[in-house]
C-alpha cells in the first residue's frame, strides 16, 4: 500500500497479519506500531488502514491506495 505517502506491505501469516515498512533500497522493516486484527479480511485491509492511519494524511499525501497485489 501507498498510505498517505508512506509505502507499506501487509502480509497474512496464518491467522495474523504483519505490516513492514519498505525502504526505497529494498529492505523492508516491521512496523510494531501498526497493528492490524486478525479478524479483518483480504477485502477490509484499505478501510481499516484508512481508519487507524489517517493521522499520517497531509493535503499532498490525503489517501491509500493499493501498489501491488
Given at each position: 500500500f501507498d498510505a498517505y505517502g508512506r509505502k507499506i506491505e501487509v502480509?497474512?501469516?496464518?491467522?495474523?497479519?504483519?505490516?513492514?515498512?519498505?525502504?526505497?533500497?529494498?529492505?523492508?522493516?516491521?512496523?510494531?506500531?501498526?497493528?492490524?486484527?486478525?479478524?479483518?479480511?483480504?477485502?477490509?485491509l484499505k478501510q481499516y488502514l484508512e481508519d487507524v492511519l489517517h493521522e499520517w494524511a497531509t493535503p499532498a499525501n490525503s489517501d491509500i491506495s493499493v501498489i501491488d497485489s
Open positions: 502480509v497474512r501469516n496464518g491467522e495474523a497479519w504483519i505490516v513492514f515498512y519498505l525502504g526505497n533500497e529494498g529492505k523492508k522493516r516491521t512496523a510494531h506500531d501498526v497493528f492490524i486484527p486478525s479478524h479483518v479480511k483480504d477485502g477490509e
